[in-house]
Nanobody
Framework: QVQLVESGGGLVQAGGSLRLSCAAS????????MGWFSQAPGKEREFVAA????????YYADSVKGRFTISRDNAKNTVYLQMNSLKPEDTAVYYC????????????????????WGKGTLVTVSS
């Protein structure tokens, strides 16, 4: 069993930055592909970014390419999402998710492909 706890959300002005963190429990975190998803008010949850367990492969939604960076520190059991040049349309609850298995290059972009979820952290971007 894996527990995921997100932090780092808050209120920021457009053009600003935030760094989200996702702390994971469980000894096998280092073998889990991880991802970030977002859910804006009144909308369905959608994919934001993913990273392989090795950290060597990443994948981003087109809407955040060049602005967001996903990374992980397996020694700290933590995944990060650095969010720069934030826009009001980035306002959402951001969820961290983990998949139980995958090759060192595997990234999971599908919401249904994830096995564990955090409770989310709210990011609000004001114009």
């Amino acid at each position: 069993q894996v527990q995921l706890v997100e932090s780092g959300g808050g209120l920021v002005q457009a053009g600003g930055s935030l760094r989200l963190s996702c702390a994971a429990s469980g000894r096998t975190f280092t073998s889990y592909p991880m991802g970030w998803f977002s859910q804006a008010p009144g909308k369905e949850r959608e994919f934001v970014a993913a990273i392989s367990w090795s950290g060597e492969n990443t994948y981003y939604a087109d809407s955040v390419k060049g602005r967001f960076t996903i990374s992980r520190d397996n020694a700290k059991n933590t995944v990060y999402l650095q969010m720069n040049s934030l826009k009001p349309e980035d306002t959402a609850v951001y969820y961290c998710a983990a998949k139980e298995a995958g090759s060192r290059w595997y990234v999971e972009r599908r919401e249904g492909g994830m096995d564990y979820w955090g409770k989310g952290t709210l990011v609000t971007v004001s114009s």
